[in-house]
């Protein structure tokens, strides 16, 4: 069964910190792998996708890394402001001849705390 | 370029009511699709619509209907509400298959089935 499951549920961290947070996927055939940046009574907003032969990629603060053998994915922030407060939800495209199969993360809160 | 909006942002029905939530956006995408979301879970897709005139049924589609008249308008219709509805709802777009493209998402509707 496709699935994507993120770690942890929610995280608290202090302003200033760093912290990584983890998307696993068991999807077949993989395309690409989205995260997206979802405030408190907001939609999503995407932050960065990456194709399968993509290690890394950044935007700004956020850092996301990619093992696709192991079908790992990570988001890093850095240096975390109070804006970064938001769920973050990690989506696994498939490598199908259809319009919509995206595999949704149930994404992680992130709570920034001064 | 307001992007994505959707009406009304709250919602309050009783079970067996019938409502439409509107979506419109003015960037002339192609693909428009309805999500839900839940507590703890992914969005799930609803229904989506690859142009005007064209519509398709998403992962759950049981007592929601859409039309596409116009590029720019995407509405969702509940038939007969029920407290299994009761979620945010999402609306996004994008310039062609969301399996690359990015969606961008409108603010949401809170909608309460009582």
């Known amino acids: 069964k496709n699935q994507v499951e993120q770690s942890p549920q929610s995280l608290i961290i202090l302003e200033g910190k760093n912290c990584t947070l983890q998307?696993?996927?068991?999807?077949?055939?993989?395309?690409?792998l989205r995260w997206y940046k979802q405030d408190t009574g907001r939609g999503p907003v995407s932050l960065t996708i990456?194709?399968?032969s993509e290690n890394t990629k950044s935007n700004g603060r956020y850092t996301a890394t990619l093992d696709a053998d192991t079908k790992q994915s990570s988001l890093h922030i850095t240096a975390s402001q109070l804006s970064d407060s938001a769920s973050y939800i990690c989506?696994?495209?498939?490598?199908?001849?259809?319009?919509?199969?995206?595999?949704w993360g149930a994404g992680t809160k992130l709570i920034i705390k001064p | 370029n307001a992007g994505v909006t959707q009406t009304p942002k709250f919602q309050v029905l009783k079970t067996g009511q019938s409502m439409t939530l509107q979506c419109a956006q003015d960037?002339?995408?192609?693909?428009m699709s309805w999500y839900r979301q839940d507590p703890g879970m992914g969005l799930r897709l609803i229904h989506y619509?690859?142009?005007?005139?064209?519509?398709d049924q998403g992962e759950v589609p049981n007592g929601y209907n859409v039309s596409r008249s116009t590029t720019e308008d995407f509405p969702l219709r509940l038939l007969s509400a029920a407290p299994s509805q009761t979620s945010v709802y999402f609306c996004a777009s994008s310039t062609d298959s969301w399996s690359y493209n990015e969606q961008f998402f409108g603010p949401g509707t809170r909608l309460t089935v009582l």
């Open positions: 619509s690859v142009g005007a005139g064209i519509t």
């Open positions: 960037m002339n995408h192609e693909y």
């Open positions: 990456m194709t399968f």
């Open positions: 998307c696993n996927y068991t999807v077949s055939p993989f395309s690409n």
């Open positions: 989506v696994v495209s498939l490598a199908m001849d259809s319009n919509y199969q995206l595999i």
